[in-house]
């Protein structure tokens, strides 16, 4: 078992849905958790960060953490067409350590 | 420079060669990563470096990966006698230290010919 887990897709919805994207975990030692959009044949797209349990909001985009649950959520409101990309969620345990990925979602928001 | 830089952007190399894959973090920035990813992957975590050290180096595959960070700012990954199971794109992150956001380059795609 890998230790983020992440439904590949894809995901299609339409344009102007609330799209809901998700992850699990299964090490209790991470405490820093990320999303990154990644359009093809680009870098990762750092789009939001978060320390432990809690929401964090930024413009169209709220990310959760569970940690009791080890779930991770971001939201995207208003889907745009140009928000098909894969997201890619990663945590991280703190210190000298590297992020660890999940293996992305491919979502597609159809006009 | 305004963000993590990555040369070459692509790279066609034969099997058996060796390689160089060249990264220029944010200006400031202490730490550096590397990371490799295959395609329908995440990006796997290869190396890590804290100044001019490898503060970790567990993600490398093996002996035929080695990364330098001479001056604490620009690294080089470098691979030896190359195998097709190297193609991957090969992907740079640089941050201000310990706990804080990882920015990426644009990768380098190798392909081993």
């Known amino acids: 078992q890998k230790e983020v887990e992440q439904d590949p897709g894809p995901l299609s919805v339409p344009e102007g849905a609330i799209v809901s994207l998700n992850c699990t975990y299964s090490?209790?030692?991470?405490?820093?958790f990320m999303w990154y959009r990644q359009y093809s044949r680009k870098g990762p797209e750092l789009l939001m960060y978060?320390?432990?349990?809690g929401n964090k909001e930024d413009g169209r985009f709220t990310a959760q953490v569970d940690k009791s649950s080890k779930y991770i959520s971001l939201f995207i409101r208003d889907s745009q067409p140009s928000d098909s990309a894969t997201y890619l969620c990663?945590?991280?345990?703190?210190?000298?350590?590297?992020?660890?990925f999940g293996k992305g979602t491919h979502l597609i928001i159809q006009p | 420079g305004a963000g993590v830089s990555q040369t070459p952007s692509n790279k066609v190399t034969e099997k058996g060669k060796y390689v160089e894959l060249r990264c220029d973090p944010i200006s400031g920035h202490t730490a550096l990563y590397w990371y490799r990813q295959s395609l329908g992957q995440g990006p796997e975590f290869l190396i890590y470096f804290q100044g001019t050290g490898a503060a970790d180096d567990s993600g490398l595959p093996n002996d035929r990966f080695f990364a330098v960070r001479p001056e604490g700012s620009v690294s080089t990954l470098k691979i030896q006698r190359t195998e097709r199971g190297d193609s991957a794109v090969y992907l740079c992150a640089s941050s201000l230290g310990y706990n804080t956001e990882a920015f990426f380059g644009q990768g380098t795609r190798l392909t081993v010919v």
């Open positions: 978060t320390y432990s349990s």
């Open positions: 990663a945590a991280y345990r703190g210190g000298a350590d590297g992020l660890t």
């Open positions: 090490n209790s030692a991470f405490q820093y």
